[in-house]
């Protein structure tokens, strides 16, 4: 099964880089900023109807342009043929990818796990620190400090 999100891409991509995203990221439906803000303002519901309805909708503006920035579930910026994530819902951000090999899988929507610490290292330590959406390390209340591994 595919993934419902909401996912905002810099206005200035190439047409062959926002088809590259459409194609991989299985985006249903675009729209500029103007338009998503009007839809927004006319139904702030619209962000529920998208998940509830199996749509990807990828909504392309500046990032001058900061209204309605929380109701994206994916915010990425494109340049150069690579990807920066710099808000992500499903997992860590400050991320980079090649557009062409750009996926949902890579967004972590599949596996939440990413935020464990040892796995987004990827040391495979099975400590119980765990990755924030500061792109910080925080420990749990069981965190034995004598674990290694993620810097630990």
């Known amino acids: 099964m595919i993934p419902t999100g909401i996912v905002?891409?810099?206005n200035d991509l190439t047409q062959s880089t926002q088809d590259a995203l459409v194609k991989?990221?299985?985006i249903t439906d675009i729209y500029d900023g103007y338009s998503y803000d009007n839809i927004i303002a006319s139904d702030s519901s619209f962000p529920t109807f998208v998940h509830n309805n199996n749509r990807r909708v990828m909504v392309i503006r500046s990032f001058r342009e900061e209204q309605n920035r929380e109701t994206a579930d994916v915010v990425i910026f494109v340049t150069s043929g690579t990807a920066t994530i710099l808000k992500n819902k499903f997992g860590p951000p400050n991320t980079t990818y090649r557009v062409a090999e750009l996926t949902w899988q890579k967004l972590c929507v599949f596996d939440l796990s990413i935020y464990k610490c040892c796995n987004y290292n990827k040391c495979n330590c099975s400590c119980d620190k765990t990755y924030n959406s500061n792109n910080?390390?925080?420990?749990?209340s069981s965190y034995k400090s004598k674990r290694k591994g993620c810097g630990c």
Not at 136 to 140: G, V
């Open 136 to 140: 910080n390390y925080r420990s749990s």
């Open 8 to 10: 905002f891409v810099n």
């Open 24 to 26: 991989q990221l299985y």
